[in-house]
């Protein structure tokens, strides 16, 4: 939307210039009433009025429930030029809901850390906020989530966490523009062919060790990774490698995932579940 503001004055006069997307071209003059200290007539002065283009701006919700990467991702684009507006989401419920008020945003989103059911239900709520642009920025994600993700829309980017921060800001300046940005490893499983191995139809109990199953446990009863670090005695970073090595093993992206393996291969039971 165009913007008007004040940058200058004539005679004391206010000049009104309009700030513009690119995407406009517009001339316009600007008239201007004398000044009222001197005599009044019935002229006015016409002046000029500058045209300033600037990029559109955008919004940008940071779905993460990591501090110190909503912290990061901030920073970073805080510094980018078209930048509007940084908002946080920390869980599934709270970015429909930064959606709903901001439904051309930019979507920043670690999908392991969210309890979707599937690829699908990502792919759902694209679809129900389609002028929406997400960026995908998590750790590890499967070869067969990424090739049902990517190829169901141009909307999805996807950029991990350890990768460069060059590469980081580039995909951050991919998602403002609505270009889709693939990082480099993923871009090389994709034309690789490469895949993980399909689950295990029945699962096995030598897939995870015992403090793997014992946090696996935990994650299915619905703590978070401060919450069991907090009951263990262990540094945050500790128990987020478990989990990461947990969703890598059994190759599931997010917890919800996670837990259906649980229930499967009775580390927690329905019982304990539903409690």
């Given at each position: 939307?165009p913007m008007?503001?004040i940058?200058?004055a004539?005679d004391g006069?206010p000049?009104?210039i309009?700030?513009?997307?690119?995407?406009?071209?517009?001339?316009?003059?600007?008239r201007?009433?004398?000044?009222?200290?001197k005599?009044?007539?019935?002229s006015f002065?016409?002046a000029?009025?500058?045209?300033?283009?600037?990029?559109d701006?955008?919004?940008?919700?940071?779905?993460?429930?990591?501090d110190?990467?909503?912290?990061g991702?901030?920073?970073l684009l805080?510094?980018?030029?078209?930048t509007a507006?940084?908002?946080?989401?920390?869980?599934?419920g709270e970015?429909v809901?930064?959606l709903?008020?901001?439904p051309q945003?930019?979507?920043i989103?670690?999908?392991?850390?969210?309890?979707f059911?599937?690829?699908d239900?990502?792919?759902?709520l694209?679809?129900?906020?389609?002028e929406?642009d997400?960026?995908?920025?998590?750790?590890?994600l499967?070869v067969e989530?990424l090739?049902q993700v990517?190829?169901?829309?141009?909307s999805?980017?996807?950029?991990l966490?350890?990768?460069?921060?060059e590469e980081?800001?580039?995909a951050l300046?991919?998602a403002s523009r609505k270009e889709?940005f693939?990082c480099n490893?993923v871009?090389n499983?994709?034309?690789s062919?490469s895949?993980v191995?399909?689950?295990?139809?029945?699962?096995?109990?030598?897939?995870?060790?015992?403090?793997?199953?014992?946090i696996l446990?935990?994650i299915a009863?619905?703590k978070?990774?401060?919450e069991i670090a907090a009951e263990?005695n262990?540094?945050?970073?500790t128990v987020?490698?478990?989990?990461?090595?947990i969703?890598r093993k059994?190759?599931?992206n997010?917890a919800?995932?996670a837990t259906?393996?649980?229930?499967?291969a009775?580390?927690?039971?329905?019982?304990?579940?539903?409690i």
């Amino acid at each position: 939307m165009p913007m008007m503001t004040i940058i200058n004055a004539i005679d004391g006069m206010p000049i009104y210039i309009l700030i513009l997307s690119l995407s406009y071209t517009l001339t316009i003059t600007a008239r201007l009433p004398t000044h009222p200290n001197k005599k009044r007539s019935s002229s006015f002065h016409s002046a000029s009025v500058c045209i300033i283009f600037v990029p559109d701006m955008r919004e940008f919700i940071i779905a993460d429930n990591q501090d110190i990467t909503k912290a990061g991702m901030m920073f970073l684009l805080s510094k980018q030029k078209d930048t509007a507006l940084l908002l946080e989401a920390d869980n599934k419920g709270e970015l429909v809901q930064q959606l709903r008020l901001h439904p051309q945003a930019v979507v920043i989103l670690d999908y392991t850390l969210f309890d979707f059911s599937g690829a699908d239900e990502l792919i759902v709520l694209h679809e129900r906020f389609k002028e929406a642009d997400w960026l995908l920025f998590s750790d590890e994600l499967s070869v067969e989530f990424l090739r049902q993700v990517l190829f169901s829309s141009m909307s999805f980017g996807v950029v991990l966490k350890d990768n460069s921060k060059e590469e980081i800001l580039s995909a951050l300046q991919c998602a403002s523009r609505k270009e889709r940005f693939i990082c480099n490893h993923v871009s090389n499983l994709l034309l690789s062919g490469s895949s993980v191995a399909p689950a295990r139809p029945v699962p096995k109990d030598d897939l995870l060790t015992p403090a793997e199953r014992s946090i696996l446990k935990e994650i299915a009863l619905g703590k978070t990774t401060k919450e069991i670090a907090a009951e263990r005695n262990l540094s945050f970073h500790t128990v987020n490698s478990h989990r990461k090595n947990i969703f890598r093993k059994l190759g599931v992206n997010n917890a919800h995932e996670a837990t259906k393996y649980a229930m499967k291969a009775g580390i927690v039971d329905l019982v304990e579940y539903y409690i």
